[in-house]
C-alpha cells in the first residue's frame, strides 16, 4: 500500500504520541510505503524550524529520518481539488504522482472531499483502523 502523509501528521507525529505518531511510526517501520514529495518536505521542515522553533539539530535528524523512510515523488503537474485551500493541492499532486491509495490528514479541507480519483483520504485513527482490518 503506497500512502501519503500530510503535513499535519508529520508535524504532530514529532510532538504527540497520537494516532500520527502511530502513523509515522508504522511507515518507518515498513509496513506500508510512504510516498512524500519535496514539497511536502520543505513545507514540514519550514513549519518546525519557522513556527515551532524545533531544535536544529533534532530538525536535522527527523527530516533525515523522513526521507530515509520515504520514496520521494516530483509531481509534473498541477492539480486544483482543494478549492477552500489551494495551499493544500500539494498533497494531492504527490498521492496522484505515486499512485497512492491512501492519503492521511487531519485537514478538513482534505478530508471533506472523502477521496480523489480513487484515492481514499483518511483520518490517522481511520487509517489505523484499515490497517488492523488487513
Not at 504532530?12 to 518536505?41: D, E, H, M, N
Not at 482534505?110 to 483520504?121: F, P, R, T, V
Request: hydrophobic share 45%.
Amino acid at each position: 500500500m503506497i500512502v501519503v502523509l500530510d503535513t499535519n501528521i508529520l508535524i504532530s507525529s514529532v510532538f504527540w504520541r497520537g494516532q500520527p505518531y502511530q502513523v509515522v511510526l508504522a511507515a518507518i517501520q515498513k509496513k506500508f510505503t510512504l510516498c512524500l514529495s519535496p514539497s511536502i518536505l520543505r513545507e514540514c521542515e519550514e513549519k518546525l524550524r519557522n513556527k515551532f522553533r524545533f531544535p536544529e539539530e533534532k530538525l536535522e535528524k527527523f527530516m533525515e529520518l523522513l526521507i530515509s523512510a520515504s520514496e520521494i515523488v516530483v509531481p509534473a503537474f498541477k492539480i486544483a481539488a482543494v478549492k477552500s485551500d489551494s495551499k493544500d493541492n500539494h498533497i494531492i499532486e504527490c498521492a496522484v504522482a505515486c499512485k497512492a491509495s491512501v492519503i492521511v490528514s487531519g485537514d478538513h479541507h482534505l478530508l471533506d472531499l472523502k477521496e480523489y480519483q480513487g484515492i481514499s483520504i483518511l483520518s490517522a485513527k481511520r487509517f489505523l483502523e484499515k490497517m488492523e482490518e488487513n
